[in-house]
């Protein structure tokens, strides 16, 4: 099974989802990689954003996996971040990163000067509750990316443009 691992500004139901990585994104994995690095020891938002985004590029680009930058959308079948291995997210407010896992019941603050994964189990504390409603409270609450009725996209995980979309306007383009 692989590793997925979500990235947000903020934490809680109003987050800003920024993309996504799969395979071998485990917080420690994603130290090897200089902008990795650099998202896990952001103090400030324009570094945290500017980081992540040269990591999907980075991730892609070196091979390492795949990376799910905001404006393809949403990758996951789930409905939220609960589901996945890893959140990461920088919080304007504190400022600074927080971890936590998929069902995770508390954010764990990074050191910008030593940045590890928490020692402590922060995961689901009953397997079958979360199995069952895996962002049922004690979970840390994020926000609803897929509709869990219909499977579609809600508007927290659409995606900024449409990669599909070949339509454009050619007004005032040379012929």
């Known amino acids: 099974m692989s590793t997925k691992t979500d990235f947000y500004l903020g934490r809680g139901h109003d987050a800003e989802w ?8 485990e917080p420690e994995n994603l130290q090897r990689v200089p902008p990795g690095r650099l998202a896990l020891t952001a103090t400030d938002e324009p570094t945290y954003r500017a980081a992540v985004a040269d990591l999907f590029i980075t991730w892609e680009t070196e091979g390492i996996g795949a990376a799910y930058p905001r404006r393809t959308g949403w990758p996951w079948p789930w409905a939220t ?6 959140i990461v997210a920088f919080d ?23 940045p590890r ?3 402590e189990d922060i995961g689901p504390p009953d397997i079958e509750a979360w199995l069952r409603a895996p ?3 004690p979970s840390v609450p994020l926000p609803l ?3 869990p009725d219909t499977g579609l996209p809600t ?6 443009t ?10 005032g383009e040379g012929r």
């Open 18 to 25: 920024l993309g996504s990585l799969q395979w071998e994104c």
């Open 81 to 86: 971040s609960h589901v996945s291995s890893w």
């Open 92 to 114: 304007p407010a504190a400022p600074g990163v927080f971890l936590t896992v998929g069902g995770g019941v508390r954010w764990e603050p990074l050191d910008p000067r030593n």
């Open 117 to 119: 994964e928490p020692a």
């Open 135 to 137: 962002a049922d409270p």
């Open 145 to 147: 990316m897929r509709d």
């Open 155 to 160: 508007a927290a995980g659409q995606c900024l």
């Open 162 to 171: 449409n990669p599909h979309d070949t339509q454009h306007s050619t007004q």
